[in-house]
C-alpha cells in the first residue's frame, strides 16, 4: 500500500478563518513534506518533517504553521492567509530523507482564499 | 545549485506514436532521478527512477536512462495511448547532507495530450 491520504479535498476560506490540512500515511515512513503547487507550475517544497521534527523549512510565511503530531501524520495550519495562496497543497511521504528514497504524493487539497 | 530542464511543451500525438520527452539537469553532488506523472485533478505518482549513472528505469512502458556524461534523463515510451495524457516533471534529489537532502528538484513540467 503505497497510499498517502488528505483531507479535506476542497476548501473554500476567507483571510481571517483558521482552517486545517490533514495529511495520513501508513506505510511507516519516517519523513514527510509539504508542498506548494500553483496552476501549470511544478510543485514547490514548503516543509520537510524526518522522525517528527521539522527539518526544513523553506522560508515558509509564519501564516503557514505545520505540525507532525505523529510518525503517521502531518498537518498544515492556517491563518490569515492571502488570495494568492490559493493553490493545490500537496503531501509526500518517504521512508527516509535520502536522495534515493521516493516521495509519495498524495492527491491534494485544493485551497481557495477569498 | 540544482536545477532540471525539460523541454517545453506542450506535446500532442497521436495515438501510437513514439513519445520522446528531453530532460537535462545539474547538480552538486551524485543525483537521484525521477519522472512523476500528473493526471487531471490529481496528486503526482511516481512513474520510474534512476539512482546510478547507466541504470534505466521503466514502467508502463515507459523508459529513461541516466546518462551522466551528458546529464541527462529522457523519458521515452513506444507507442502512446489516449490514457497517458497528463503532465510529466523530471526531477532530482541530492543526498549527502546540506540544505538539499530530502528535496525534490523538479523541472517544469510537460503537457502531454493524445488524440485518439
Known amino acids: 500500500d503505497t497510499e498517502v491520504t488528505q483531507t479535506p479535498k476542497h476548501l473554500v476560506m476567507g483571510m481571517t478563518n483558521k482552517k486545517s490540512l490533514k495529511c495520513e500515511q501508513h506505510m511507516g515512513h519516517r519523513a514527510m513534506y509539504w508542498y506548494k503547487q500553483k496552476a501549470k507550475k511544478p510543485p514547490e517544497l514548503m516543509f520537510v518533517?524526518?522522525?517528527?521534527?521539522?527539518?526544513i523549512n523553506e522560508s515558509v510565511p509564519s501564516r503557514f504553521s505545520p505540525e507532525c503530531p505523529n510518525s503517521s501524520l502531518l498537518n498544515l495550519h492556517l491563518h490569515a492567509l492571502q488570495p494568492e495562496d490559493s493553490a493545490l497543497y500537496l503531501c509526500?511521504?518517504?521512508?527516509?530523507?535520502?536522495?534515493?528514497?521516493?516521495?509519495?504524493f498524495g492527491p491534494g487539497t485544493r485551497l481557495t482564499v477569498l | 545549485g540544482n536545477s532540471v530542464t525539460q523541454m517545453e511543451g506542450p506535446v500532442t500525438l497521436s495515438e501510437e506514436a513514439f513519445l520522446t520527452i528531453n530532460c537535462t539537469y545539474t547538480a552538486t553532488g551524485y543525483p537521484s532521478l525521477f519522472w512523476y506523472v500528473q493526471y487531471p485533478g490529481e496528486g503526482l505518482q511516481l512513474l520510474l527512477k534512476?539512482?546510478?549513472?547507466?541504470d534505466k528505469g521503466s514502467n508502463k512502458g515507459f523508459e529513461a536512462t541516466y546518462r551522466k556524461e551528458t546529464t541527462s534523463f529522457h523519458l521515452e515510451k513506444g507507442s502512446v495511448q489516449v490514457s497517458d495524457s497528463a503532465v510529466y516533471f523530471c526531477?532530482?534529489?541530492?543526498?549527502?547532507?546540506?540544505?538539499?537532502?530530502?528535496?525534490?528538484?523538479f523541472g517544469q513540467g510537460t503537457i502531454l495530450t493524445v488524440h485518439p
Open positions: 509526500a511521504s518517504s521512508r527516509q530523507i535520502t536522495s534515493t528514497d521516493t516521495q509519495y
Open positions: 526531477a532530482l534529489s541530492v543526498g549527502a547532507g546540506g540544505t538539499s537532502y530530502g528535496k525534490l528538484t
Open positions: 534512476a539512482t546510478k549513472a547507466d
Open positions: 518533517y524526518s522522525y517528527e521534527k521539522l527539518s
